[in-house]
């Protein structure tokens, strides 16, 4: 099935600094959101977006909807080893059923 | 709000043998939907019910592949004569209108 372009795969970094990661689609979408997964659970939901151009804050994670509605970026800031999992991206149209297409996830890991 | 819950949480069977896998969704929300995930992908879509009806089905869910969700409350995914490329993990997500996905903790499936 359609999966969404998401960069980087995966990244290690050290406790403090900052993080970004963008999902790009070859289709447009009405809705974006960003979930994280730690493992053997399910994923949970971060950020939703729900227009162009709209920036979105949740604590330390700040989320963006591209204008051009193919694209989203996260970032997070200051980061701490709790921020360890795999993120997720996911694109959502209205109408039909309103599948909800997933990217293939950055894995996070952070060095304290 | 008990969140969404599936069972079992992990299940092992031998090939060629059915397995059945239970969600009980968030209790107001009208829409479920069952997502599989593969190590290192994001989750897939499979199939999507609107209260009692079956709307969607993934060209992923092959003959072997049955869901029900008779009340329109919790709902059911049986495979039949499963095959060492059914090991996934089977993950429930329910919501209410619009709303984003909530994921359950999902059922991993080990097919030996």
């Known amino acids: 099935g359609q999966q969404l372009n998401q960069s980087p795969q995966s990244m290690f970094i050290q406790e403090g600094e900052d993080v970004s990661m963008n999902c790009t689609s070859s289709s447009i979408f009405n809705t974006w959101l960003w979930y994280k997964q730690d493992p053997g659970e399910g994923p949970v939901l971060l950020i939703a977006?729900?227009?162009?151009?709209e920036l979105t804050s949740n604590g330390r994670l700040t989320a963006q909807f591209g204008i051009t509605r193919k694209d989203s970026f996260l970032n997070i800031s200051a980061s701490i080893p709790s921020d360890v999992g795999i993120y997720f991206c996911a694109g959502q149209n209205s109408g039909g059923y309103q599948k909800v297409t997933f990217g293939i996830g950055t894995k996070l890991q952070v060095i304290p | 709000d008990t969140g969404v819950s599936q069972d079992p949480r992990h299940k092992i069977t031998k090939r060629g043998q059915n397995v059945t896998f239970r969600c009980d969704p968030i209790s107001e929300h009208n829409r479920l939907y069952w997502y599989r995930q593969t190590l290192g992908q994001g989750p897939e879509f499979l199939t999507y019910f609107q209260n009692e009806a079956q709307l969607e089905k993934s060209r992923l869910l092959s003959d072997r592949f049955s869901a029900e969700r008779p009340k329109g409350s919790f709902s059911t995914l049986e495979i039949q004569r499963t095959e060492q490329g059914d090991s996934a993990m089977y993950l429930c997500?329910?919501?209410?209108?619009?709303?984003?996905?909530?994921f359950g903790n999902g059922t991993r499936l080990t097919v030996t």
């Open positions: 977006l729900y227009k162009a151009g």
């Open positions: 997500a329910s919501r209410e209108g619009n709303s984003p996905l909530h």
